[in-house]
């Protein structure tokens, strides 16, 4: 036996003072799996198996892996699928935001630790793709991501539903007395037809279309549904690329740039996507060295239309996107506002995936830049004494007539207090009040819970009151809409402004001048600080311990501080 190779199954070979032998060992124990000696001395193809019963969305990676493998042993290499944590939205407690970096370090150190020439990494469910990204560039491993793709929509008495936009929407009737118990029963089974990802211009859906922009995926990969035998063939191509990926040795660091973030950012802008897509891809970016200015941000989509009318800012769903011919179409509309050079893991450019594909013909979904479904900037940065490093709303989604506003504020300390006085009749609010959430923060909670979207107070829901100006160091999912301003830093728990407003202290908004302030003296401020007394000093351990001594604020992707590249 031979150790000169540096490929296949000679890769990280475990470390026993013999290599020869290393390399014997191992031989010998996967020959127990049925594989020849002419197999083994293939290229390997690492595959990552998120499937869990805790995890609807990835409910058809099993049926993905079959045509994965299909693709990598025609183009003559190994498949061998490897299980890694997976995480899906409502299974994870405090939040699945508190378990990205987990996942994204469980990912990188197993792609590291097992012989592979690449990964085809198969993730979905919001966290999923950044946390898989996140490993994939610090391995720097030649990797590729295939999405598990969009559920379909359901059907409640007549109206086209889907998770989760209308999740929401049909619990805040139910919390304003609109319909009753039986109809929110009966519609609790509509709203997940299938397997698959968040059929909205949710988290998943942006992550999938961003990591197509961005370069990780093959064209046209990210919005074919789950159940759909497209969502097979892609796999299948997708398993193609990564032994080409593999044979040339093409990683992430050799071809991403900040060109392919700004494509994405800009993609994400249009989409009218996530807030939380900001907070992945600057965590993204981190791990390849590469920062991303939210201030930039802010200046570039200010210029870039929003084109594609799906729920929650538009009207459409994801499978309506992918009829409508998905990303490429995207791009098209948007070749003034992209690096046409950007290249992407198909070794293409984005000029090559946009010329490669048919758009003349009719379809509803995507506009073009000259009629768009919002002006320009989805989404905006703002700052100001509330949030001296960044706070964002997705005003595409906000009301307008709240996007000026200055208000009293009724401020809630934490969840527990939210959830204790959100629904009294003698809370001291009006249509025009000001919701103040502290402590959701990626310290805070911890983990950034999605608990931005502060619910209307049910007094003023029956009243007939859609919506308010809500404030927080949280996110919010993707799938939710509201005048709402998330990611507010320095979050409360590491001492920011937020921390020391009190109820009846009055905010100004004014998104047009991208400012957020609290009105009180700088001399105020400073003294309500010092009089702040610090929070009790909590033994930890574990993950936990790691989580609070490592958490970087949002604007820095709440990655931990160890897992950035280093420069
Ligand atoms: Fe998994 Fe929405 S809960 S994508």
Not at 53 to 65: F, K, W
Not at 156 to 168: F, I, L
Not at 193 to 212: F, K, N, Q, R
Not at 509 to 530: F, G, H, N, Q, T
Request: proline residues 4%; glycine residues 8%; aromatic residues 6%.
């Amino acid at each position: 036996m031979t150790t000169k190779k540096k490929s296949g199954m000679y890769k990280n070979l475990t470390n026993y003072g013999d290599s020869e032998f290393s390399i014997f060992l191992r031989k010998a124990f996967i020959k127990g799996m049925g594989y020849s000696e002419e197999m083994l001395n293939k290229p390997i193809i690492g595959i990552t198996n998120t499937y869990s019963d805790y995890n609807p969305c990835h409910g058809n990676v099993p049926d993905l892996i079959k045509s994965v493998k299909a693709g990598i042993l025609s183009s003559g290499a190994i498949p061998l699928e490897f299980p890694t944590i997976s995480i899906h939205e409502s299974f994870a407690y405090p939040t699945s935001m508190y378990l990205r970096n987990l996942m994204s370090i469980d990912t990188e150190e197993m792609m590291k630790a097992q012989p592979m020439d690449a990964c085809v990494l198969i993730g979905g469910c919001d966290k999923t793709v950044p946390a898989q990204l996140m490993g994939a560039f610090s391995a720097n491993i030649p990797a590729i991501q295939l999405v598990t793709g969009p559920m379909l929509t359901g059907s409640h008495r007549g109206e086209r539903v889907g998770a989760c936009t209308d999740c929401r929407g049909y619990w805040a009737k139910f919390r304003a007395e609109e319909i009753d118990l039986a109809e929110i029963n009966e519609v609790n089974n509509q709203l997940v037809p299938t397997v698959g990802t968040c059929g909205v211009m949710g988290t998943a859906s942006t992550m999938a279309l961003i990591t197509e922009a961005l370069g990780m995926m093959i064209s046209n990969g990210a919005s074919a549904p789950a159940v759909s035998a497209e969502r097979r063939r892609i796999a299948e191509e997708t398993g193609k690329v990564a032994v080409e990926i593999a044979n040339k040795s093409f990683n992430p660091k050799s071809f991403l740039t900040l060109k392919n973030f700004k494509n994405a950012l800009t993609v994400l802008s249009a989409i009218g996507g996530s807030t939380n897509g900001i907070v992945h891809l600057t965590a993204m970016a981190g791990r390849l060295g590469i920062d991303i200015d939210l201030n930039e941000f802010d200046k570039m989509t200010k210029d870039t239309p929003m084109i594609v009318d799906l729920k929650p800012s538009g009207s459409g769903y994801m499978e309506d996107l992918f009829k409508s011919g998905g990303l490429p179409r995207i791009l098209n509309e948007l070749k003034d506002y992209l690096y046409l050079d950007a290249i992407t893991v198909t070794g293409e450019t984005i000029q090559e995936i946009i010329d490669k594909n048919n758009y003349n013909w009719k379809q509803e979904v995507v506009r073009n830049a000259e009629d768009p479904i919002f002006d320009k900037g989805s989404i905006a940065v703002l700052k100001g004494n509330l949030a001296p490093g960044s706070a964002i709303i997705k005003q595409s989604a906000a009301s307008k007539e709240l996007l000026a506003h200055e208000g009293v504020v009724e401020v809630f300390e934490n969840l527990e207090d939210l959830a204790n006085r959100i629904d009294s009749d003698d809370l001291n609010v009006t249509k025009d009040s000001i919701l103040l959430l502290k402590n959701i923060g990626p310290i805070g909670a911890p983990g950034m819970p999605e608990a931005g979207l502060i619910p209307i107070p049910k007094k003023l829901a029956k009243q007939g009151v859609k919506d308010m100006v809500r404030i927080s160091d949280g996110r919010m999912s993707g799938t939710a809409a509201g005048t709402i301003i998330l990611h507010v830093c320095p979050e409360a728990a590491a001492g920011g402004t937020l921390g020391i407003v009190k109820s009846g202290d009055i905010i100004k908004l004014d998104v047009k001048k991208r400012s957020l302030e609290l009105k009180l003296s700088d001399e105020e401020i400073a003294s309500r600080k010092k009089s702040k007394k610090s929070n009790k000093e909590i033994k930890r351990r574990g993950y936990d311990k790691i989580f609070h001594e490592s958490v970087l604020q949002a604007d820095k992707g709440a990655d931990f501080d160890f897992l950035r590249s280093i420069k």
